[in-house]
């Protein structure tokens, strides 16, 4: 697993895939390609020594906002949600493991017998390792998103840089699957993200990560060998940092 001669720019790194990239094209449940593709992509960049923590989503499976209509109280389709994200993570540790990365799960909520319970100073510790950290069921909170999640464990352990993964090759002025003449822009403020409430994260998530200057970089995962061009130093997809003037 090579670098191709570039040495990573960073140290550790807090990578946030939703659940729909780990589905088919129909958007709901597993699929092995991807799954394949996400841990290929991943195990290079684990080779080259960065740390990285992975916050998987659940999208694919479940969202308790989505849940209207369905006869259940919004905090118990969140607990549901969040453990869609215990299922992908599972899935993706497999596949991570596949690929001969040395990985743990933890869970924020008690999942004992299938994962290991959130401690930050274990998860510190397999990092410092080399092991690939994949933390599921979000905060353990309801009425949060896998986003706010991983603001919050990438600040945790001391990441440089959130990679915010999407299908799109950055943050657009409008969707551009609609909008043909919509702009990409190659930097934003995090300000600029909330006050014209862009499609990066939710607004709480991009809050935290500008209340700890944590960049941002969003990304399209689809394509082979993104994540290593960003470790590597490559201006890829959309960087949020820095605020007006910055
Ligand atoms: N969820 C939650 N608390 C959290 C994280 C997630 O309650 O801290 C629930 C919520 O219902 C959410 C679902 O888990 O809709 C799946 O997460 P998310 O929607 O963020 O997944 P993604 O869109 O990234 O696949």
């Known amino acids: 697993m090579g670098s191709q001669g570039e040495p990573p720019v960073y140290r550790r790194l807090l990578l946030k895939l939703s ?7 129909t958007g709901s449940g597993l699929d ?3 799954l394949n593709a996400v841990a290929a992509e991943v195990a290079e960049v684990a080779g080259m020594g960065v740390g990285l923590g992975l916050v998987v989503g659940g999208g694919n499976y479940f969202r308790g906002a989505r849940a209207v ?4 109280d919004r905090i118990v389709a969140d607990h549901i949600g969040m453990l869609a994200t ?13 690929a001969g990365v040395a990985v743990r799960v933890q869970s924020a909520v008690d999942l004992t017998p299938i994962a290991e319970p959130y401690v930050r100073a274990r998860a510190l510790a397999h990092l410092d390792k080399g092991r690939v950290v994949i933390f599921a069921c979000g905060t353990g909170n309801p009425l949060f998103t896998t986003d706010s999640a991983a603001s919050l464990r990438a600040v945790e352990i001391g990441a440089q840089l959130m990679l915010k993964a999407t299908k ?4 657009y002025s409008d969707d551009p699957l609609c ?3 919509a702009v990409r822009y190659e930097s934003l403020s995090y300000d600029d993200v909330l006050t014209r ?11 935290l990560c500008r209340d700890h200057r944590l960049p941002i970089r969003v990304f399209d ?7 290593r061009r960003i470790v590597s130093g490559a201006n890829v997809g959309t960087l949020v940092w820095g605020g007006t003037g910055e």
Do not use: F, H, I, K
Request: glycine letters at 10%; hydrophobic letters at 60%.
């Open 19 to 25: 659940g729909e990239a780990l589905a088919p094209a």
């Open 32 to 34: 092995a390609d991807r």
């Open 69 to 72: 209509g369905l006869p259940m």
């Open 86 to 98: 215990a299922m992908n993570a599972l899935a993706l540790g497999q596949a991570l493991e596949s």
């Open 168 to 171: 799109v090759d950055g943050v």
């Open 179 to 181: 909008t043909p003449d």
């Open 197 to 207: 409430s862009l499609a990066v994260m939710d607004a709480a998530a991009v809050a």
């Open 221 to 227: 995962v689809m394509e082979a060998g993104n994540l």
